[in-house]
Nanobody, 124 residues
């Protein structure tokens, strides 16, 4: 079992920045590819980005490319999502997810473990 806890959400004005963290425990963090997803009210969960076990490979959804950056610190068992130039349409609950794999999944149903989510609200 892997336990994931997201923190760092909050209310920010459009154009501002937030950094989300996802603390992992229970297993060897570096064995897991990690992903960020989000779900806005009334919408389906969507892929935000993902990172390989070593952090060398990253993928981003088109709406966040150039604004969001995923990183990880395997020594601290922590995943990050740096969000810059935030827009009201980024408002959602953000979730981190883990999958023990050498590839980098981009579909939610490929991940085995999920955090409880953290709310991000961007005001206009």
């Amino acid at each position: 079992q892997v336990q994931l806890v997201e923190t760092g959400g909050g209310l920010v004005q459009a154009g501002g920045s937030l950094r989300l963290s996802c603390a992992a425990s229970g297993r060897t963090f570096s064995d897991y590819a990690m992903g960020w997803f989000r779900q806005a009210p009334g919408k389906e969960r969507e892929f935000v980005g993902a990172i390989s076990r070593t952090g060398v490979i990253t993928y981003y959804a088109d709406p966040v490319k150039g604004r969001f950056t995923i990183s990880r610190d395997n020594a601290k068992n922590t995943l990050y999502l740096q969000m810059n130039s935030l827009k009201p349409e980024d408002t959602a609950v953000y979730y981190c997810a883990a999958k023990q794999t050498i590839v980098v999944p981009r579909m939610g149903n490929e991940y085995d473990y999920w955090g409880q989510g953290t709310q991000v609200t961007v005001s206009s």
